[in-house]
């Protein structure tokens, strides 16, 4: 098991912007691709961005360009910083590696409506 606690979820009005955490305890992080991944109220789990161990981004088209994956190795912790934020992505937000197979945690809810 490694457990992975994100925060920083909250209320925002479309347009606005929040920046998500995930501390990672155990595991191998330096050496994992980290994503973030969001599942919306009825929908299925997607995911939304990974980051790879050089830095590298990948992005779902629906957050290029608004949200930013980024990565501080020796505090074992992944963040998603998103701008322009929308109801659409309105969500519980998780920490996991690109393919979730670690346990998930119980992730962090945004919610962007005015």
């Known amino acids: 098991q490694v457990p992975l606690v994100e925060s920083g979820g909250g209320w925002v009005q479309p347009g606005g912007s929040l920046r998500l955490s995930c501390v990672v305890s155990g595991g191998a992080f330096g050496i994992t691709t980290m994503a973030w991944h969001r599942q919306a109220p009825g929908k299925q789990r997607e995911l939304v961005a990974h980051i790879n161990t050089s830095g590298s981004t990948n992005y779902a088209d629906s957050v290029k360009g608004r949200f930013t994956i980024s990565r501080d190795n020796a505090k074992k912790t992944v963040f998603l910083h998103m701008n322009d934020l929308n109801a659409e992505d309105t969500a519980v937000y998780y920490c996991?590696?690109?393919?979730?197979?670690?346990?998930w945690g119980q992730g962090t809810q945004v919610t962007v409506s005015s």
């Open positions: 996991n590696t690109r393919t979730g197979r670690w346990s």
